[in-house]
């Protein structure tokens, strides 16, 4: 049977992908049907809680837990003594960051934990656990943290990339470009020198982590949880507690929201340590508190740049060095942001240097693009900066310096077809940007860069004996998977949306499928559905040949039912899918089509965003008048998920550029652990987010389609920031622009 | 015999080498020939790279064809949230 090729997107006419049916998830959430990870139980369970450091940095002489254990009720005690020695760098640290070893590496490492029958009781055993630290000094700022006397988290860790003399705390170097920066300088009308800071900020999930482990006596283990990717929970806990991957079942929850901090594990490895000793099931959530103190925020950082540019707007050279503090452990994604920062720039000298910097504070986890947002405030904010010095329109100078096919981006290789400029080009033409504005406002420009991936996958498509279609993925779904997967299962099949319902399968179910991040679930799952469809038409059409006594060759699928096709097939009925469905069991058996790939070929992806701002400068407020983001979605697949991505990207970055902020003490301690005093943006803070969906189909999938998820939270940073330099007349280059922040700014002017 | 373009921390631990030139008709020969070839850039390959080759970014699908005549540049290895 003819297959439709990668390259027909831009002429094929869709009936399901694109429209926008009911989500399947709907009615379970508002009628609270849907569970979610604390919403597990199992028979005989115990509740596990954790014993957290009051310190930022010590060493830890001896764990006392014999009164704890005396306890009555307590099921069991773990510490780092339970679990065996790590010989992965990169997993002892996870295995760390889950107990601490030798030294507590911030305030709220966990240190110990219990299982007992009562959530009172454990609280109890761990008021009995005795821990005896040796304070340390302790770093928290990347700055100070880079400093060479600075206290050591890990001395002698630096990797090779990393020159001799500097901090111990230097982790890693990064350096990307090309071209010769001092030459380019030299040919500028103007270099603008400038140094960024931005704050950490935690990915502000509404759902606070949580799981349930049960560890059978004979050592095969379930495990019920939060998380973005369970196949990585699996294969995780399975290294850290010694298993075989196929002896540990996880089971992915519904998601409250995830945005990269649910790619890692915190609990689940130690939920599994206990229920082993214990021989219960044990059950373990976080609080609040300890979501913000012991789980990735995403790093702060310190960024120089040297831009410069002539009288006309074109870009000579770019530079910038990023320092990112990534927690207590290496692995900041300031390589991301050296790579990314320049990419939406067609530049003949581009030079970007990172540094990755531990201190004293939780490990990072992924957040949205991670790395980009940073390094895209600070490159997004020095243009902007030098396109109104010179007087001119700052979208005209993106444009005029805007990567394109062909351009050799800034981290090396040659763009194929990308959207930055139709992107730039809906911004330039649409309303927005030419509205007036009044006293006290500004307007904001900018552009973001990231790149997408796809990656392991599997999908199983079974037709059921009525004709329905049930699809079964491996990547939890945390923002529209099921329905998108069900849309381009329909679409290929020639069905309607609601024959066909998908679910998030166990790790038992299928085979390996990567994390749910990088922008890949709608690329790379629908891909893989796509090929499962396909290959179940391929069956339904051998079933239809076989029935009519024809060649499989002589029968095509068209419009969701096979016929009859060429000189000589002879004249049939068409058969429906329904139909064939219900004699499969006569024609060979049931009927199923899957995909297991690792999907390569996601394509990179753009945006530009305009922020209207109004400032108060009596109170130092900013109120977000206006909010426009345009993206290039390859093929949206379902529209309002698309421009649901788009939004929430927009705020969390607007959070990120206002107001959200860690903040620590002088006692190294985290200040502001709670959703009252670290403040995300909520509906009533925020206009509408207007969306433009652009359409620039990515060749490396058969429907055209592009990761969206990640993308939209890197321009908003600049946009808001350039929004408020505007309007205040003074250069704001410290995030959050927090109201006394910029009171200070504008009474220093 | 395909060039292959570093990024600024592997090219400074080959002496500055910004290209080099490896004989490899699949991602997975690329990656064999470099460690065996330029062994400085081992560690890193370890820890993992990406790789674009003509524009298009992969991880780990080892037989990915490499033309001559292919643009093949490593990055850092992608992460995502």
Redesign the interface.
């Known amino acids: 049977m003819a297959l439709d090729s990668k390259a027909d997107t831009g002429k094929r006419h869709f009936k399901v992908v694109g429209t926008r049916p009911l989500r399947p998830d709907g009615v379970d959430k508002v009628t609270g049907r849907a569970r979610f990870g604390a919403d597990m139980s199992a028979p005989g369970m115990l509740v596990g809680l954790i014993l957290r450091s009051p310190h930022p940095h010590a060493r830890i002489r001896v764990i006392d837990t014999t009164r704890a254990r005396a306890l009555p009720g307590v099921h069991a005690v773990v510490t780092r003594a339970d679990f065996a020695t790590v010989d992965d760098a990169a997993l002892a640290d996870l295995l760390d960051n889950c107990m601490a070893g030798e030294k507590a590496l911030y305030d709220g490492h966990a240190v110990a934990a219990v299982a007992a029958a009562s959530g009172a009781v454990a609280r109890q055993a761990l008021d009995l656990i005795e821990v005896d630290y040796e304070p340390l000094p302790f770093v928290t700022d990347v700055d100070e943290a880079m400093k060479p006397d600075a206290p050591a988290l890990h001395p002698g860790r630096a ?3 990393v020159p001799p003399g500097l901090s111990a705390n230097v982790m890693a ?6 071209g010769d920066i001092e030459a380019g300088l030299a040919a500028a009308d103007r270099v603008l020198e400038r140094s960024y800071r931005t704050g950490a900020t935690h ?1 502000g999930y509404i759902e606070p982590h949580a799981c349930l482990a049960s560890v059978g006596p004979d050592g095969k283990a379930d495990l019920w949880c939060c998380t973005q990717g369970h196949y990585m929970v699996r294969n995780t806990c399975a290294a850290i507690l010694g298993m075989e991957q196929g002896s540990l079942r996880v089971t992915a929850s519904e998601i409250g929201g995830g ?3 649910k ?1 890692t594990v915190f609990l689940e490895p130690v939920a599994l340590m206990l229920s082993r000793k214990a021989g219960r099931p044990v059950k373990m959530v976080m609080s609040r508190s300890e979501v913000f103190r012991a789980t990735g925020p995403t790093a702060s950082t310190s960024i120089d740049v040297r831009i410069g540019m002539t009288k006309d707007g074109r870009i000579t050279a770019g530079f910038a060095e990023l320092r990112y503090q990534g927690g207590a452990y290496p692995g900041s ?1 300031v ?2 942001g ?2 990314s920062a320049f990419a939406p720039y067609d530049l003949e000298h581009v ?1 970007t ?1 990172g540094w990755d910097v531990v201190t004293n504070r939780p490990k990072q986890a ?6 980009a947002p940073m390094a895209a405030f600070a490159v997004e904010s020095a243009i902007d900066e030098l396109a109104r010095g010179f007087g001119l329109d700052p979208l005209e100078v993106r444009l005029k310096n805007a990567a394109r096919e062909g351009t050799r981006a800034s ?6 077809a990308i959207g930055l400029e139709a992107t730039l080009r809906a911004a330039k033409d649409h309303p927005h940007w030419s509205a007036p504005l009044g006293p006290n406002q500004g307007r904001g420009v900018a552009c973001g860069f990231w ?5 392991d996958t599997c999908v199983s498509l079974n037709i059921t004996p009525d004709g329905t279609v049930t699809l079964s993925e491996g990547n939890p779904d945390i923002g529209g998977s099921r329905a998108s997967m069900s849309m381009m299962a329909a679409e290929e099949l020639g069905i309607p949306y609601d024959k066909v319902r998908t679910i998030i399968a166990d790790t038992g179910s299928l085979g390996q499928n990567d ?1 749910t ?4 679930v709608t690329f790379a799952v629908g891909l893989a559905t796509i090929e499962a469809a396909r290959a179940a038409k391929r069956e339904m059409c051998k079933r239809a040949a076989q029935v009519w006594g024809i060649e499989a060759d002589a029968v095509i699928w068209e419009n969701g039912a096979v016929r009859p096709a060429g000189p000589n097939a002879g004249k049939h009925p068409p058969m429906t899918l329904a139909e064939i469905a219900a004699i499969a069991s006569n024609t060979g058996g049931p009927i199923a089509g899957h995909c297991e790939v ?1 999907a ?5 992806s753009f945006g530009t965003h305009i922020a209207d701002i109004e400032l108060d400068p009596e109170t130092g407020t900013v109120r977000i008048l206006r909010y426009t983001v345009f993206q290039d979605a390859g093929k949206a697949v379902h529209p309002d998920y698309v421009e649901g991505q788009f939004q929430g990207g927009a705020v969390q970055g607007i959070g990120w550029a206002l107001n959200e902020e860690y903040i620590y003490g002088d006692d190294g301690r985290l200040q502001n652990a709670g959703f009252l005093d670290y403040r995300i943006p909520v509906a009533s803070d925020l206009p509408m987010i207007d969306t433009v969906i652009l359409e620039i189909p990515n060749p ?1 999938h058969p429907y055209g389609v592009r990761g969206v998820g ?1 993308t939209p939270i890197v321009p908003p940073l600049a946009a808001v920031a350039n929004a408020v330099s505007h309007a205040a007349g003074i250069r704001l280059t410290h995030l959050p622009i927090s109201p006394p922040r910029l009171l200070a700014a504008i009474r220093e002017k | 015999m395909p060039r292959v373009r570093l990024w600024g921390s592997l090219a400074a631990s080959i002496d500055g080498q910004t290209e080099v030139q490896v004989e490899a008709a699949t991602l997975r020969e690329l990656l064999d020939r470099l460690k065996r070839d330029y062994p400085a850039l081992r560690p890193q390959l370890e820890r993992g790279v990406s790789v674009a080759i003509d524009g298009v970014i992969y991880n780990d699908d080892w037989f990915t064809p490499i033309n001559d005549d292919s643009e093949v540049v490593l990055l850092a290895r992608l992460k995502g949230g």
Not at chain 1, 411 to 416: C, Q
Not at chain 1, 600 to 604: C, Q, R
């Open positions: 990797n090779e990339t170097r990064h350096e990307f470009g090309h990915q945005f990269g901090g790619t994604p390589d991301m050296s790579m030079k240097i992924a957040y949205r693009a991670p790395g981290y090396g290789p040659t763009f194929p790149f997408n991936f796809g990656g994390v991040d990088g922008s890949r690792n390569e070929g996601a394509g990179v490396g990640e």
